[in-house]
């Protein structure tokens, strides 16, 4: 079973930096394809960033693109958002979920088949 558990929420202002944790098993990291998708209040959860197994591959959303850094360190089995420059557009609750390794479409959330429980990100002044 996978389990994924997401840490590194919190309130910052605009132009403020925060660093999400998904934290998990080794055999998940060696395992999954992984990435990380956001839902703010009443709108759909979207795709923010997918890695491939690897890791040597991202493929960001637009919006997130040059502001957003994703990593990983399968030693400690842990994936890394690194946000810069947030606006309160960025304002969600984060999520980093495993996808079916034998899908190649990194932006299709139906592709993706385990969840952690999210943590709140809120950009404000």
């Known amino acids: 079973q996978v389990q994924l558990v997401e840490s590194g929420g919190g309130l910052v202002q605009p132009g403020g930096s925060l660093r999400l944790s998904c934290a998990g098993s080794r055999r998940t990291f060696t395992t999954y394809p992984l990435g990380w998708f956001r839902q703010a209040p009443g709108k759909e959860r979207e795709f923010v960033v997918g890695?491939?197994?690897?890791?040597?591959?991202?493929k960001y959303a637009g919006p997130v693109e040059g502001r957003f850094t994703v990593s990983r360190d399968v030693a400690k089995s842990t994936m890394y958002l690194q946000m810069n420059n947030l606006k309160p557009e960025d304002t969600a609750v984060y999520y980093c979920?495993?996808?079916?390794?034998?899908?190649?479409?990194?932006?299709?959330?139906?592709?993706?088949?385990?969840w952690g429980q999210g943590t709140q990100v809120t950009v404000s002044s």
């Open positions: 979920a495993a996808r079916n390794p034998a899908s190649t479409e990194i932006s299709n959330i139906a592709h993706y088949i385990s």
């Open positions: 890695i491939t197994l690897s890791g040597r591959n991202a």
